[in-house]
């Protein structure tokens, strides 16, 4: 960005600033914590992306929320964060900057602290995988997204933001992310051939326009929405009679465990998730030292 850009930018964020000061009324740690939440979001856009907050769209909003959950931060200010954006972005409609808010109704968080991230065993993800029967177009579509997902741990966000050519069947691997997170990650055999019978036998059918760039489609032939994916998961996760609640997110985290629990070093999970710091990959080890501990407690006679 210039500094011109830049600098209408911090202007925006002034004048939002004043507005909730001047004309809501709003408390001084109300206002504090409003701004603060907002300038992180923009830094956090120029360091991954160079675009100013007017530029930003659901996409954007959706990946910022996921990077908070992987450093760490409790529900509570993931969903605090996302309320700060809503409210900036709906004055920024209101005073005529933006047509319309990229914080979408579909974009929200889990409620309520969680100390560690859940994760499926590995039976609980084989039941899971094996809901998909790939005997028909969504089927083998659906079959393909999860095995990708799980094979690869990427973001829900980087899973239907994949284009075709960031699947390299040579190498049987994707390429996700850009910049610093960047980075090429193997399929398993079984996640390839998924991938493979989509590519042949379905996506061609199921595409409604012939330059339509995006890997995984929906049933109307355009790219798969994450709201679009939350849906299949919960419809499989029923199927498969897990009970606990899963998200996108769930199999990422159990991407990442089962790694470490097979002899994966930190540095390598750490590559392949795509995390800028080392201490958001660490959290792995702490659930895999809890478990330890839980089940010591639960089995030794003496504990």
Known sequence: MTERVIGFM?????????????????SANTVFSYMRDIRQFADWLQRNGEIAVLDADQLNISRYLDYLQEQGRSAATVSRSLASLKNFYAYLVSTGFLVESPVASSIHVER????????????EVDKLLAQPAPVDPKGIRDKAMLEVLYATGIRVTELIDLNLDNFTPELKSIHVGTGKKARTIPLYPAAFRALNQYLS???????????????????NGSRMSRQGFWKILKHYQAKAGIDREITPHTLRHSFAVHLIENGA????????????????????????????KTVYDKCHPKA
């Open 201 to 219: 036998e379905t996506r061609g059918a199921m595409v409604s326009d012939a330059e339509e760039n995006a890997l995984f489609v929906n049933v």
């Open 112 to 123: 309520g602290e969680k100390k560690l991230p859940q994760v499926l065993t590995s039976a």
């Open 265 to 292: 070093d930190l540095s390598s999970v750490k590559e392949l998730m795509g995390h800028s710091d080392i201490s958001s990959t660490q959290v792995y080890t702490q659930m895999i030292n809890q478990k330890i």
């Open 10 to 26: 911090l202007d925006l964020i002034s004048a939002y600033e004043n507005y909730l000061t001047k004309v809501k009324q709003a």
